[in-house]
């Protein structure tokens, strides 16, 4: 490109997210979610690195990776400004660890993974538990249908037209 001109960056990144979440009023508010400052983003950054080469080891570190006050300040980070509003708007702590956790994956990845996240609850890249795909299931009218389509027989490499052969050994009939 040379010779060429850059936009601005404003002109293509995400500065914000915007989530609606319901309050303890029953109301649901758009929260709007400021990008953090580059301190900030590399710190979260910093966090969940730590916590994915935790997770890639396969086994839990045997102390907390993060303590209470680490945990609030990681989410208030995340949050900035919508921090203070969610609390004070009577979120339940579950949708607010939703949101927090959202506008991470914002942060270190990008806003289709925050959006993947939003929209599951899983993980992005994570398969589904269990539990999860049994309620998918039950809640599927196309499983439903396909339960009652019968299986193929097996076809565990005999031939349907071949007959048993009686008695024991290597084909020959016992006398």
Not at 36 to 51: M, N, Q, Y
């Amino acid at each position: 490109m040379a010779g060429g001109t850059f936009e601005a960056l404003d002109a293509f990144l995400d500065e914000h997210l915007e989530l609606p979440v319901k309050g303890g009023d029953g109301q649901t508010r758009v929260y709007r979610i400021d990008e953090p400052s580059a301190e900030d983003g590399i710190r979260v950054e910093r966090v969940t690195t730590l916590a994915a080469r935790l997770a890639a080891g396969g086994s839990a570190p045997d102390t907390q990776a993060l303590d209470d006050d680490e945990e609030r300040d990681l989410y208030r980070m995340c949050l900035g400004d919508a921090y203070d509003e969610l609390l004070d708007d009577g979120v339940k702590w579950s949708a607010f660890k939703h949101v927090a956790l959202t506008v991470m994956f914002w942060i270190v990845s990008d806003k289709e993974t925050a959006q993947e996240f939003w929209t599951s609850g899983q993980h992005p890249g994570k398969a589904q538990n269990r539990a999860g795909r049994r309620q998918a299931q039950r809640g599927s009218s196309a499983s439903a249908a396909a339960s009652t389509t019968r299986s193929p027989a097996s076809t565990s490499g005999t031939r349907a037209a071949s007959k048993r052969r009686k008695g024991k050994g290597k084909g020959r009939p016992r006398t």
